[in-house]
């Protein structure tokens, strides 16, 4: 479960979402504005993300969620959108049926990205969107993104600046975290493990070929793309 913020954080956001600006609270704390509304963004993340882990397994709808963020958590600046995928993500609702707007490619993508990070999560809030894993990371005043983005055989992340875009990119290969399997039975041949798609079923559910890593090998990939986040900040 990520850490509760600090209680200077909690009070600056509960100023601001009572209508203090920036200004008067960056003047009040002695620190820049764009450093209030980062304290502001983040702290409201991370109580919104405690409140929906309270509200999980409940009969809590979609629309109750909206409702809190509108009344509790507007000043996060957030889109809608993202609020419910966290919501559909803490819940273990982020099923077929509420993914059914997506292309069947990026649901299955979603699957795979889930299923490596969820056992190494617990240090930080992670955000699946698109064909991607979102984290936040604080480098001194200002909040980095950094960014998974899965691929049939390795994993490309980058560091984003918020104002000032890509900062850093690598390719994270399969080949170098897990081993090569027989291709089959009647070919002698090895192979590296890759991801395969089916976009033409969206039933089904992605597939490694020829079978799956073990888990202590989805740990290592895992591990190495925290640890390469965490070469830029703090995960958030």
């Known amino acids: 479960m990520p850490k509760?913020?600090?209680?200077?954080?909690?009070?600056?956001?509960?100023?601001r979402t009572n209508g203090q600006t920036p200004a008067e609270l960056s003047q009040h704390y002695h620190v820049s504005q764009e450093r209030i509304?980062?304290?502001?963004?983040?702290?409201?993340?991370?109580?919104?993300?405690?409140?929906?882990?309270?509200?999980?397994?409940?009969?809590?709808?979609?629309?109750?969620?909206?409702?809190?963020?509108?009344?509790?958590?507007?000043?996060?600046?957030?889109?809608?959108?993202?609020?419910?995928?966290?919501?559909?993500?803490?819940?273990?609702?982020?099923?077929?049926?509420?993914?059914?707007?997506?292309?069947?490619?990026?649901?299955?993508?979603?699957?795979?990205?889930?299923?490596?990070?969820?056992?190494?999560?617990?240090?930080?809030?992670?955000?699946?969107?698109?064909?991607?894993?979102?984290?936040?990371?604080?480098?001194?005043?200002?909040?980095?993104?950094?960014?998974?983005?899965?691929h049939d055989n390795h994993i490309q992340v980058s560091i984003i600046h918020p104002a000032n875009g890509l900062v850093s990119s690598e390719s994270i290969r399969f080949a170098d975290y897990i081993e090569c399997r027989p291709t089959g039975m009647n070919d002698p041949a090895y192979i590296v493990p890759y991801i395969s798609f089916d976009n033409s079923q969206p039933d089904k559910q992605p597939q490694w070929i020829p079978i799956a890593p073990n888990q202590k090998e989805l740990n290592a990939l895992a591990d190495t793309v925290l640890d390469y986040f965490k070469l830029f900040g703090l995960l958030l």
């Open 4 to 15: 509760m913020p600090n209680a200077r954080d909690i009070a600056i956001f509960q100023a």
């Open 37 to 150: 509304r980062q304290i502001v963004r983040k702290t409201g993340m991370l109580l919104l993300r405690h409140e929906m882990l309270s509200l999980r397994n409940t009969d809590t709808t979609d629309n109750d969620i909206l409702q809190l963020y509108r009344t509790n958590y507007k000043v996060i600046n957030f889109p809608e959108e993202h609020i419910l995928h966290l919501w559909h993500n803490i819940n273990g609702t982020a099923t077929r049926q509420t993914l059914q707007k997506e292309p069947a490619d990026l649901n299955s993508h979603r699957v795979v990205l889930q299923n490596l990070f969820h056992t190494n999560s617990d240090e930080c809030t992670i955000q699946f969107l698109s064909y991607s894993a979102y984290i936040q990371i604080q480098s001194s005043d200002i909040v980095l993104i950094g960014r998974a983005e899965l």
